[in-house]
């Protein structure tokens, strides 16, 4: 392996595909694990790390979007690419919710999977927590063609349990009227838990964004972004260096 090749897991029911995919990344320069069924490929993330993972769908046992979702529940930052010969759109989508890099269709395209697998690990993962689920899918989706990752909280329970993960997340996009509980008293649970990352306020009612802020500091330095979104300047600030911390 050269000093530049990754650690790649590929994970397929079919033996002579896999190790067809594992000889053109060997001959590219990187290390590469081959298994079976989902179930082997999280009993290897227990123990061991990868670059990435390449994983297909339609498998006996474990289907290939629930071994993901096991696999981020052990390591919440990994990346992970689903092969599929067939269409899966709610799998697909469960995966793309939940962090998946992208997807590739049988038979691969060469071309396509060196690019996924050079390519640079994702710099940031952002948690948007608003309990509209149309906005959430759609900026989910805005996200992802922009390459950035994004997983989604629809309260504040669910993006408690996200954030408490270690190194789940990097950017918070937190919206402040929800229920049952606000994201104004969100953040301040979050406050508690030490935690650092940038944070940047979406919501259509400003005036609750001022209010919010009158009584905390940490809040008023804060960025606000108004609904409907600009999408490219929320990206921007999210490239910035600076990080927002609830602590």
Same mark, same amino acid.
Request: aromatic letters at 4%.
């Given at each position: 392996?050269?000093?530049? /090749?990754? =650690?790649?897991?590929?994970? &397929? ?10 000889? $053109?990344?060997? @001959?590219? %320069? ?15 993330? =227990? ?11 339609? @498998?006996? /046992?474990? +289907? ?17 690419? $689903?092969?599929?010969? !067939? ?18 269709k049988k038979p691969l395209d060469i071309p396509k999977l060196i690019e996924y697998v050079e390519q640079p690990p994702q710099p ?9 689920? &149309?906005?959430?899918?759609c900026l989910h989706t805005m996200l992802q063609n922009k390459g950035i990752i994004s997983k989604i909280a629809l309260n504040a329970?669910?993006?408690?349990r996200i954030i408490r993960a270690p190194g789940m997340i990097d950017v918070l996009l937190l919206d402040l009227k929800m229920h049952?509980? &606000?994201?104004?008293?969100? !953040? ?14 979406? #919501? ?8 919010? @802020?009158? %009584? ?18 929320? $990206?921007?600030?999210?490239?910035? +260096? #600076?990080? @927002?911390?609830?602590?």
């Amino acid at each position: 392996m050269s000093k530049d /090749g990754r =650690r790649i897991l590929i994970v &397929d029911d079919d033996f002579d595909f896999a190790e067809s995919v594992s000889d $053109i990344l060997e @001959m590219s %320069g990187h290390d590469v694990v081959t298994v079976h069924s989902g179930e082997a490929a999280i009993e290897c993330f =227990r123990t061991e790390s990868f670059d990435l993972a390449l994983i297909d769908v339609q @498998m006996p /046992g474990k +289907n290939g979007v629930e071994s993901f979702l096991e696999i981020c529940a052990i390591q919440p930052r990994v990346h992970a690419v $689903i092969m599929t010969g !067939y269409s899966v759109p709610g799998l697909l989508d469960t995966a793309f919710l939940h962090g998946a890099l992208g997807v590739l269709k049988k038979p691969l395209d060469i071309p396509k999977l060196i690019e996924y697998v050079e390519q640079p690990p994702q710099p940031q993962t952002a948690l948007i927590v608003d309990d509209d689920s &149309d906005f959430c899918d759609c900026l989910h989706t805005m996200l992802q063609n922009k390459g950035i990752i994004s997983k989604i909280a629809l309260n504040a329970d669910a993006a408690l349990r996200i954030i408490r993960a270690p190194g789940m997340i990097d950017v918070l996009l937190l919206d402040l009227k929800m229920h049952p509980v &606000d994201g104004a008293a969100l !953040y301040q649970e979050i406050k508690k838990l030490g935690v650092s990352f940038k944070t940047l306020i979406i #919501t259509a009612h400003g005036d609750l964004a001022v209010e919010a @802020m009158k %009584g905390d500091e940490d809040m008023r330095a804060l960025d606000v972004f108004p609904k409907p979104v600009d999408l490219d300047a929320i $990206i921007k600030k999210m490239e910035m +260096n #600076t990080t @927002m911390d609830p602590q």
